[in-house]
């Protein structure tokens, strides 16, 4: 599947500017970032504001795609990147959990995304408990 | 971002071989499938055999990435795409919580997946409900 076009839906507006600013899992702190959509795909945000909770699905581009091996900082022992959430993996796309604050036109503000700033926003998804959640 | 080279790390076998044949949400039934894993990402696959639960992510080839608004068949009012689970969306990833049966080699057997047989795999992630439940 070489060269298949991903189109960013938009970007990240985050206080992370950098990686060492980034916590390790959003999701675990309380800090508040943007998603900013394109507006060509406005379109698509019909209805999202009745969720409070979204997956959100990033391209992490300052990922290293040739790991395939890590030792996470809080389990030191090694991993394969498939039984880890790290970043560096052949596919660097995120999936965070976040809470909608708010949506201002094509902006939604969240609660729970580790994303740096300028991260290309791939897919959001509504939360759905009946089938994100082990029985 | 034109042109990102996605390289499916799998395909998936599956019962399923066209879209009629797949069910609305594979999570809802109790088939099975299995994620086989190309021998050169093998390394990465190290430790997945601990974990329960997995997200999977696919690259839903067959879908329309024009769409972006639909009306779901079990909430028939028009969303956007972002506030639904459809298929059809720019960046057409999907996201499935899966049940690990069992790994022998490069094959992970599952139960919840819902993907057309010959579906790319683009990434396994570990479920974790520190990160993955909403508080």
Known sequence: ???????PIGYVSSPYKKKEDAPRQGRLTDTE???VIDERYLPGLFRVEEKKHLFVLCWFDRS???VLRVTPPHKPVEHGVFATRSPNRPNPISLSLVDVINITGGTIRVRGL?????TPVLDIKPYSEEIDCPK
Chains 1, 2 share one sequence.
Do not use: C, F, K, Y
């Open 33 to 35: 970032a943007e998603i």
């Open 1 to 7: 599947m070489t060269n298949v076009d991903l189109n």
């Open 64 to 66: 290293d795609r040739t």
């Open 114 to 118: 580790e994303a740096l700033d300028g």
